[in-house]
């Protein structure tokens, strides 16, 4: 398995742990929506809470008197970080999608990749093959190919071919023979 794989099925990973955290956390949001009805406060604004707070009694620490207010205080402050916490977790969870995408659109690139290796290995087999064809085409003439445009003639003499390089359309099939140095 290949790094842009692993990258992959990590993001994949980290994305299903996520969505499980989310879940479990609206399943705790909604137990803290149920305490914040029960006191009346799912409602409130953080301003709310404070305008209430000044209106309790309170220790000179600032701590409440009354337990029934300390719970109506609790209640709200869990409710709020339990929305704060799918809030949070549904942010991450755009970041894991996005960082997925990049990773699939990795992967998908490195696949691509391999085909086009593999296609451009298939095409110099293919290549190698026409090579060793006409190797056999020029030795029935006596005529030893080197490589695809050179060799040697029948008589020991070494050439070379090049190709015109003109723009005229008999450039294109016009060449220039050298035999030992002589064009």
């Not at 990590?10 to 609206?26: D, F, G, I, P, V």
């Not at 006191?39 to 620490?61: F, I, K, Q």
């Not at 699939?104 to 298939?122: I, M, Q, T």
């Amino acid at each position: 398995m290949k790094q842009v794989e692993i990258a992959y099925n990590k993001y994949q990973k980290e994305l299903e742990k996520l969505n499980a955290q989310l879940e479990r956390a609206k399943r705790a949001y909604d137990k803290k929506l149920a305490v914040a009805q029960k006191y009346g406060v799912e409602n409130w604004t953080p301003e709310d809470r404070y305008e209430w707070s000044l209106t309790v009694p309170t220790t000179e620490s600032g701590f409440f008197i009354n337990k029934a207010d300390e719970k109506k205080n609790g209640a709200w402050w869990e409710f709020t970080l339990a929305a704060d916490d799918i809030e949070d977790i549904e942010k991450r969870i755009k970041k894991a999608e996005a960082r997925l995408e990049s990773a699939e659109a990795e992967v998908n690139e490195y696949y691509a990749e391999l085909d086009r290796v593999a296609n451009l290995k298939a095409k110099e087999e293919l290549m190698k093959l026409r090579f060793e064809q006409e190797q056999k085409e020029w030795a029935k003439d006596g005529i030893t190919l080197e490589g695809r445009y050179y060799g040697y003639t029948p008589s020991g003499q070494q050439f070379s071919i090049y190709s015109n390089n003109g723009f005229a359309n008999r450039s294109l099939h016009c060449f220039q023979l050298i035999i030992e140095g002589r064009t």
